[in-house]
């Protein structure tokens, strides 16, 4: 007889482990597969999905330690702090990444072993529905299980006839192993990946063009942080080109010769020594065997889900880049939680207008709800509270005030639409407007709301402040 489980989460990223986790605590006897080794030395699936080892953790340790080094090169003679011209190991960079990835992945593990998960190696397939629930085959095993929570999140998108190699040709897993500064880098792709694996290298010495399809930059977010960050990209050195069209692409041992068209039809050829293709993500579905059960997938290959993440199969939810939505980790989470919940009977929701969005990129960019073309294009009648960080004595003091904080509320019942930061611990700084959003807070409450001074947070309340053209500071 066939092992069963109350639930079985197929796949160990951030929606399907924490998924695992809450639905164990909850009482549930639960299971998780994972079959993804991510490089092993053993070969063996490792758990924390894309996120956490090929993803923002790993990104996030090459980002800190590129920004220490142009902080040294750059920026520590303001402060009267001389060390000399710094020079950066790629090795021992790569390795503390690494290390980071191997305590996080392993500390799932450990996390499982606490709420008693049962790990199980394999890639999850569906067989067929049973009177328990569902029959998934994992490995050569097949186990039954009550409820099923699909959560194998995305894979890069690679582009037609550019073969990656992740040596010279690199998606987003290959750009974290880079073994040697590139004297050229191209990148396809202005997005998320594109900005932050570009500033890595380019602090690090890289001349770095980044070549975009669209013809507006960041378009995702609200237009001032748009054009703020295109201007101090620019000035750091980031070469960032809109409107291309992207022709051949001639990989070898010595580099890589790339074809375009830019957004006035002149063709013109790149030649680098590396190419990061980040050109978006792709939801993983192969392998589910989803037309055995008739499991419902929309056009571009998610799994079909309500709101509440239901399948249109009893019993069966997912979660996180497999379905609908912004593919980020805490959205996964989010979601998984939910569902682990809802699964128990309670009444669980996800709030989807307060998911924020972050680019760890220098400086940081961050938002949460309606950006203002948003507002303009559905006719909302809206105020905005804007205050720049060159207003803030902390950020003074830390010799880092690009950027600003804008707020945007609605005009008759002052409630924040959204909030959107460019600058220094943005990545934090949302969460305060993520919470007044989530309760319906108003500018006001966040005006009376008494802000540690100094503090960056101060600009935060400042912005709120402006909403009513009554900033204190500026």
Known sequence: MSRQFDVLVIGGGPGGYVGAIRAAQLGFNVACCESNPYADPKGEPRLGGTCLNVGCIPSKALLHTSHLFEEAGHGFAAQGISVGTPKIDIPTMVGRKNTIVNQLTGGIKGLFKKNKVTLLNGHGSFVAQSE???????????????????????????????????????????????????????????????????SVWRRL?????????????????????????????????????LGVTIGEVKASKKGVSLAYTDKDGKELKLDADRLIVSVGRIPNTDGLNAEAVGLKLDERGRVDVDSHCRTNLPGVWAVGDVVTGPMLAHKAMEEA??????????????????????????????????????????????????????????????????????????????????????GANASELISEGVVAMEFGAASEDLARICHAHPTLSEVVHEAALACDKRPLHF
């Open 132 to 198: 328990g629930g569902w029959q998934v085959k994992v490995g050569e095993e097949v186990v039954e299980a009550k409820n099923v929570i699909i959560a194998t999140g995305s894979k890069a998108r690679h582009l037609p006839g550019v073969l990656v190699d992740n040596k010279i040709v690199c998606d987003n897993e290959g750009a974290l192993d880079i073994d040697a500064v590139p004297k050229k880098l191209a990148i396809i792709g202005a997005g998320v990946i594109g900005l932050e694996m570009g």
């Open 205 to 241: 010495g890289s001349e770095v063009t980044i070549l975009e399809a669209l013809p507006e930059f960041l378009s995702v977010a609200d237009v001032d942080v748009a054009k703020e960050a295109a201007k101090v990209f620019a000035k750091q050195g980031l070469n960032i080109q």
């Open 337 to 422: 939680v939910m569902v682990a919940e809802l699964m128990d009977g309670q009444s669980a929701h996800c709030n989807f207008d307060t998911i924020p969005w972050v680019l760890y990129t220098s400086p940081e960019i961050a938002w949460v709800g309606k950006t203002e073309q948003q507002l303009k294009a559905d006719g909302v009648a809206y105020k905005v509270g804007k205050i720049p960080f060159a207003a803030n004595g902390r950020a003074l003091g830390m010799g880092d005030t690009t950027g600003f904080v804008k707020m945007l509320a609605d005009a008759q019942s002052d409630r924040i639409l959204g909030m959107h930061v460019i």
